[in-house]
């Protein structure tokens, strides 16, 4: 039995007997591949992705961590049409993932699960659609009673010291209990899960390793209690979804909410916050009276949280835009030059009011749950503003420090000073 290949755009180019690169997971390491693990990436990745556009049109080799090749797209238009090309441009990890050791630093962000993230066509589809149903069943009307309910402990447990670092005593917090809220996760097993996810993101690989086993012990049993005690949140309509998720199935979902959600939103929330720390144009006396919603457009904008992501990997070699791309190696889309990209940004004085941006990424993986993240972190931070009040950077901002990695942009923590409050005040 013989199967047809997709029709291929005329952009494009398949293989043929010229193909210039390897047809295996990965290509021979090219010397002039931009590194994506340095401290010079970390502390100024917007001064690569120039000196990357001076040399790549659209297309850059990189590597994403020592002996790991990538592609990573630079171009707005080609990252529209690789997005919107599932056939050519599938998100199935496992080919490639063979080829990376266990204890590569990036595969926990990379390999595959049986959810929506890593799939195309029908199985993309099937793992899609309770996810949609689920986020679609979050009250709009909902969302600002969790901001306030997870806000208001943590602001009263620092306010009286006039200090705090709102990276790591308020996003991160703030954000899981309100993912946990969302998911009907009870207290008991909300506390493993915010345990697993703290040590998840730990630099310590053996404490990562345990706090993914804890956190996926604790989902597991949020799955079945939510088998046995359905109620209107997350976990429950994934749990019984029409499609019948198994347990496995449903514990990919669920991790691909609280993943995708916890380190978008509070790097969100984080980047955001900076912005209107450091930008003159949100000082109380600058006359333009830019709102909460103005930032956050224009961080989707300058400075996304997760910079490059989206990945994708051809499944033959495939020629785009002049590059020949081998079969089977990852293609990230940095969603963070493209949105800066000049033909898109034109003069690039401001990006208020502009959502061309790609940080929500576009086609058949474009985030389903962009309206809750906007509005979670939107209301995260009219809460701090209208309990706290004025609030400064405590330290300069060249001072700030950046979390290492390829995908995000994230602050490793954001240390602030404010007029002390008792609590009784900030809990009115």
Not at 10 to 32: F, K, L, M, N
Not at 108 to 126: D, I, S
């Given at each position: 039995?013989?199967?047809?290949?997709?029709?291929?755009?005329?952009?494009?180019?398949?293989?043929?007997?010229?193909?210039p690169?390897?047809?295996?997971?990965?290509?021979?390491?090219?010397?002039?591949?931009?590194?994506m693990?340095?401290?010079?990436?970390?502390?100024?990745?917007?001064?690569?992705?120039?000196?990357?556009?001076?040399?790549?049109?659209?297309?850059?080799?990189?590597?994403?961590?020592?002996?790991?090749?990538?592609?990573?797209?630079?171009?707005?238009?080609?990252?529209?049409?690789?997005?919107?090309?599932?056939?050519?441009?599938?998100?199935?990890?496992?080919?490639?993932?063979?080829?990376?050791?266990?204890?590569?630093?990036?595969?926990?962000?990379?390999?595959?699960?049986?959810?929506?993230?890593?799939?195309?066509?029908?199985?993309?589809?099937r793992?899609?659609?309770?996810?949609?149903?689920?986020?679609?069943?979050?009250?709009?009307?909902?969302?600002?009673?969790?901001?306030?309910?997870?806000?208001?402990p943590?602001l009263?447990?620092?306010?009286?010291?006039?200090?705090?670092?709102?990276?790591?005593?308020?996003?991160?917090?703030?954000?899981?209990?309100?993912?946990?809220?969302?998911?009907?996760?009870?207290?008991?097993?909300?506390?493993?899960?915010?345990?697993?996810?703290?040590?998840?993101?730990?630099?310590?690989?053996?404490?990562?390793?345990?706090g993914?086993?804890?956190l996926?012990?604790?989902?597991?049993?949020?799955?079945?209690?939510?088998?046995?005690?359905?109620?209107?949140?997350?976990?429950?309509?994934?749990?019984?979804?029409?499609?019948?998720?198994?347990?496995?199935?449903?514990?990919?979902?669920?991790?691909?909410?609280y993943?995708?959600?916890?380190e978008?939103?509070?790097?969100?929330?984080?980047?955001?916050?900076?912005?209107?720390?450091?930008?003159?144009?949100?000082?109380?006396?600058?006359?333009?009276?830019?709102?909460?919603?103005?930032?956050?457009?224009?961080?989707?904008?300058?400075?996304?949280?997760m910079?490059?992501?989206?990945?994708?990997?051809?499944?033959?070699?495939?020629?785009?835009?002049?590059?020949?791309?081998?079969?089977?190696?990852?293609?990230?889309?940095?969603?963070?030059?493209?949105?800066?990209?000049?033909?898109?940004?034109?003069?690039?004085?401001?990006?208020?009011?502009?959502?061309?941006h790609?940080?929500?990424?576009?086609?058949?993986?474009?985030?389903?749950?962009?309206?809750?993240?906007?509005?979670?972190?939107?209301?995260?931070?009219?809460?701090?503003?209208?309990?706290?009040?004025e609030?400064?950077?405590?330290?300069?901002?060249?001072q700030?420090?950046?979390?290492?990695?390829?995908?995000?942009?994230?602050?490793?923590a954001?240390?602030?000073?404010?007029?002390?409050?008792?609590?009784?005040?900030?809990?009115?």
């Amino acid at each position: 039995m013989t199967t047809s290949q997709p029709p291929v755009p005329e952009s494009y180019t398949t293989a043929t007997s010229i193909c210039p690169v390897q047809h295996g997971a990965s290509s021979e390491i090219d010397p002039d591949r931009f590194p994506m693990y340095t401290p010079e990436f970390v502390a100024d990745p917007t001064a690569t992705y120039d000196q990357m556009r001076q040399e790549h049109p659209a297309l850059v080799p990189v590597e994403l961590a020592p002996g790991v090749p990538a592609y990573l797209c630079i171009g707005y238009q080609t990252a529209v049409r690789i997005l919107n090309d599932p056939d050519h441009f599938p998100s199935d990890p496992r080919t490639w993932q063979k080829s990376i050791p266990a204890d590569s630093p990036i595969r926990p962000m990379m390999e595959w699960y049986p959810a929506a993230r890593y799939n195309t066509g029908a199985t993309h589809l099937r793992y899609r659609a309770p996810s949609v149903v689920a986020i679609d069943n979050i009250h709009q009307t909902a969302i600002r009673a969790m901001v306030e309910k997870a806000a208001i402990p943590l602001l009263a447990s620092f306010c009286e010291n006039g200090s705090a670092d709102l990276v790591m005593q308020y996003a991160f917090p703030l954000i899981l209990d309100v993912l946990n809220q969302m998911c009907g996760c009870p207290s008991e097993i909300g506390e493993r899960v915010a345990t697993g996810m703290a040590d998840r993101f730990d630099s310590d690989r053996v404490k990562a390793k345990q706090g993914m086993v804890m956190l996926k012990q604790a989902l597991m049993e949020l799955i079945t209690l939510k088998r046995e005690q359905p109620g209107d949140d997350v976990t429950s309509h994934l749990a019984h979804h029409p499609n019948d998720l198994d347990d496995i199935e449903v514990f990919a979902q669920l991790m691909s909410f609280y993943g995708a959600g916890f380190e978008a939103q509070r790097t969100f929330l984080a980047n955001a916050l900076l912005l209107i720390f450091t930008d003159p144009r949100w000082r109380p006396d600058s006359g333009r009276n830019l709102s909460t919603t103005d930032a956050l457009d224009e961080v989707l904008f300058n400075n996304p949280p997760m910079a490059n992501f989206c990945t994708t990997y051809p499944r033959q070699p495939i020629q785009i835009d002049g590059v020949w791309l081998p079969a089977d190696q990852p293609v990230l889309i940095s969603l963070a030059a493209c949105n800066n990209e000049p033909s898109i940004r034109g003069d690039g004085t401001t990006s208020i009011g502009n959502r061309s941006h790609l940080a929500w990424s576009t086609g058949p993986h474009a985030c389903p749950a962009k309206d809750v993240a906007y509005q979670t972190v939107q209301n995260a931070i009219d809460q701090l503003f209208d309990r706290l009040g004025e609030i400064q950077l405590a330290i300069r901002p060249e001072q700030l420090q950046w979390r290492p990695g390829p995908f995000h942009r994230a602050l490793t923590a954001m240390p602030v000073v404010f007029t002390p409050l008792k609590k009784e005040l900030v809990m009115m």
